[in-house]
């Protein structure tokens, strides 16, 4: 029996190359070896006020974008959160099992209500949720960026405890980080991560950027004085993330970037760059065109529920007779 991988992503902007390098380009590359299901969370994109109808919007573009990348209907399950009711119904069993000082001591949330008079729930209790999602699906593997570490650590502690109290209902999930370009930063501030959030579009390359604005983008990236195309996350942390989307695109080691570019300055190390990452999304923008607007999406999204549900059901079923909840006939 194949090992099971499940990764969401929430349809809250528009995705960044840095969403590409740290999951999406992976998906392609597990759906042979294993039984995959990639989800569009968007339940947890309600954490925060949304306008409906671009999350809607949203919710297409990102499903267009999973098969764009070069997932495959037929290998993996691609579905969306909110149709399949047993991720809300598991979220509120774990969160019966989680303690109010571990969802506090979470980054994301001191990060996202720092300074805010009124803070949803839904932000502080969002870690359960996301275990749920996981949990459900029996996963053993979870491929994300090393910003969700903390989450996934949490999702494995509920897992362990649930399974103490109420015997073996989870397996509990590893981590899978990409060595190379897992924490893509942005290009005008290179010591934070690069976000679909930033008010500065130059800081980010969105995946469907036109070509030129994405030459644009990288010739003004942020560097130094120097003009040595060298890594030093400390000392340069600017051609170092260059570097490093270079070598995550490339699959060439960073040592070899650098030998290549000894007698060189950043000028013709970011038109490199720039075409290296043209090439890499031009054929990903055109596969998304040809899935946005046709029916087979559709298609690909109610299959993917419904499979999801079945699995999902068997999970929470088991959950739901651990805890006591409901009937059983006589």
Request: hydrophobic share 40%; with cysteine; glycine share 6%.
């Amino acid at each position: 029996m194949k090992k099971v991988i499940f990764s969401g992503i929430q349809p809250s902007g528009d995705l960044t190359l840095g969403n590409y390098i740290g999951a999406l380009k992976q998906f392609g590359n597990f759906q042979d070896e294993y039984d995959c299901y990639y989800c569009i969370v968007d339940e947890h994109a309600i954490t925060v006020p949304q306008d409906r109808l671009k999350l809607r919007k949203q919710i297409r573009s990102l499903a267009a974008l999973y098969l764009a990348v070069g997932l495959d209907p037929e290998k993996a399950t691609l579905f969306i959160q909110s149709e399949v009711p047993a991720h809300a119904q598991a979220a509120w069993i774990l969160q019966c099992n989680v303690y109010i000082g571990e969802l506090e001591r979470m980054t994301q949330f001191k990060d996202k209500s720092a300074g805010k008079a009124g803070v949803s729930a839904g932000l502080l209790t969002y870690p359960p949720l996301m275990a749920a999602d996981i949990l459900l699906y029996q996963t053993d593997l979870i491929p994300v960026g090393d910003d969700q570490k903390q989450h996934i650590e949490l999702t494995r502690d509920l897992a362990e405890r649930f399974n103490k109290k109420h015997n073996e209902i989870f397996k509990v999930p590893d981590i899978f980080v990409p060595k190379q370009g897992a924490r893509v930063m942005s290009l005008q501030e290179p010591t934070k991560k690069m976000s679909k959030s930033d008010e500065n579009v130059k800081s980010a390359i969105y995946l469907l950027d036109p070509p030129n604005t994405i030459r644009k983008k990288i010739k003004s990236a942020v560097t130094d004085s120097s003009g040595v195309v060298q890594y030093d996350k400390e000392n340069k942390p600017g051609i170092s993330n260059l570097l490093s989307i270079y070598s995550a695109l490339t699959g060439e080691a960073i040592a070899v970037i650098e030998e290549k570019y000894v007698n060189k300055g950043y000028g013709d190390f970011k038109a490199d760059l720039a075409e290296i990452v043209v090439q890499e999304l031009e054929p990903i923008q055109e596969r998304y065109e040809n899935f946005i607007q046709s029916d087979e999406l559709d298609d690909i999204l109610d299959a993917g529920a419904e499979k999801a549900r079945f699995i999902a059901n068997k999970t929470l079923k088991k959950m739901e007779n651990a805890v006591g909840l409901g009937r059983k006939r006589r």
